[in-house]
């Protein structure tokens, strides 16, 4: 089983029509503010089940408190973050959310017991801009720095 990270949709196309084991998983940056559909669609039509990596947007855009989420939060008793995991899940995306703090892991557990509505689902589709403000997977020394880290 191959597990992918970052990849854009030409890369994933190519990828899977070049290789003889199609990967399994490909973590890429998933959240309400870079949702990335057509990368799901693709992993859709070629069975690569998506990973998000930075579910939360690292924080930014003020995921924490954003009034779409925290709107939708209050109608279940849940805070932003959960409905962001929540809104992950249902559109068929595994979410790997960063905490080091005991209280905040079991709530980003406790994301089960609600199911978010065709409309609510629709109304975070405006909070996507489109592109990361993480990382710039475009720029040549922004990679070259990731291959650096080795």
């Not at 990270?5 to 998933?30: G, M, R, S």
């Not at 089940?49 to 924490?64: D, I, N, T, V």
């Not at 905040?104 to 978010?116: H, P, S, V």
């Amino acid at each position: 089983m191959a597990t992918m990270c970052n990849c854009y949709p030409h890369v994933l196309a190519d990828i899977c029509e070049t290789v003889e084991v199609t990967p399994a998983v490909n973590q890429v940056e998933l959240h309400p503010f870079f949702q990335q559909e057509k990368s799901l669609a693709l992993m859709k039509e070629y069975e690569v089940q998506p990973e998000a990596w930075a579910p939360f947007a690292e924080g930014r855009h003020g995921l924490f408190t954003d009034p779409v989420l925290a709107e939708i939060g209050r109608k279940y008793g849940k805070s932003a973050a959960q409905v962001a995991l929540r809104w992950n899940i249902q559109r068929g995306v595994v979410v790997i959310p960063k905490s080091t703090h005991r209280e905040r892991m079991a709530q980003n557990l406790d994301i089960w017991d609600f199911t978010l509505t065709d409309e609510e689902m629709a109304s975070i589709a405006p909070l996507d801009i489109g592109h990361s403000e993480i990382v710039d997977h475009f720029d040549a020394n922004f990679v070259r720095a990731l291959h650096g880290r080795k």
